[in-house]
């Protein structure tokens, strides 16, 4: 089965600090995403990865950045936190490049910005 | 541009009867079309999609979905509820011509009673 992990499952930080989350997927897939999981608004795309150092910016990028180092592995980074970053994370992964792939989520992380 | 709507914020049902969670959506191309379930404190899971072919698709759990071109619906459907299919339901599109950006619905909340 493929597995998603994600560093942590809650996270609290306070307004201004760098934060980082980790997402790491061991099916050696092409693909990975952040999202955020807002009630009422779905699934928000943040950005996406489809090789080794290359990114896209999804619909909702402005006060992240991402980093994609090894294939395995996708981080997000928070520069500077706010309140309004207060979400729950999700990471994903696809194989492929067809595009009809189904993704693959880890578990979350909830991260509150005091 | 792409959109899914899932006009039901939640859906009542009780348990051994048959439950039907919508969506809608709009894509330029022809969609690649997908459902998700989050259970509580986890993850999104793949339930079933719709590529091309027979417009009836059969996923897990016993869930299935009918793409409906001229209506532009991928509705999911059971044949008999359970109480342990009580979670979230994410319904989602891709454009076949849009690269790797999958669209989610803002989700459903299903309710099994026992």
């Known amino acids: 089965d493929v597995k998603v992990t994600q560093s942590s499952r809650y996270l609290v930080k306070r307004t201004g600090e760098k934060v980082f989350l980790e997402c790491v997927q061991d099916m050696d897939h092409e693909n990975m995403f952040w999202y955020r999981q807002d009630p009422g608004l779905g699934l928000r795309l943040i950005y996406f990865?489809?090789?080794?150092?290359?990114?896209e910016k999804g619909d909702i990028p402005e006060g992240y950045s991402v980093s994609r180092e090894k294939k395995e592995r996708f981080s997000l980074i928070l520069e500077s936190a706010s309140t309004n970053q207060t979400s729950m994370y999700l990471c994903?992964?696809?194989?492929?490049?067809?595009?009809?792939?189904?993704?693959?989520f880890g578990p979350g992380t909830r991260l509150t910005v005091l | 541009a792409q959109s899914v709507a899932q006009p039901e914020d939640q859906v009542n049902v009780a348990e051994g009867n048959p439950l039907t969670v919508k969506c809608t959506y709009s894509?330029?191309?022809?969609?690649?079309l997908f459902w998700y379930v989050q259970y509580p404190n986890r993850g999104l899971q793949f339930l079933l999609k719709y590529i091309t072919g027979d417009n009836l698709v059969k996923g897990s759990y016993g869930f299935e979905a009918e793409f409906n071109k001229s209506q532009t619906s991928f509705h999911l459907k059971k044949p008999s509820a359970l109480v342990s299919d009580s979670a979230l339901y994410f319904c989602a599109v891709r454009d076949q011509t849009g690269g790797f950006k999958t669209i989610f619905g803002a989700g459903t909340r299903l309710f099994v009673k026992a």
């Open positions: 990865s489809y090789d080794v150092k290359m990114k």
């Open positions: 994903a992964s696809s194989p492929g490049t067809g595009g009809f792939n189904e993704q693959f």
């Open positions: 894509v330029s191309g022809n969609p690649y």
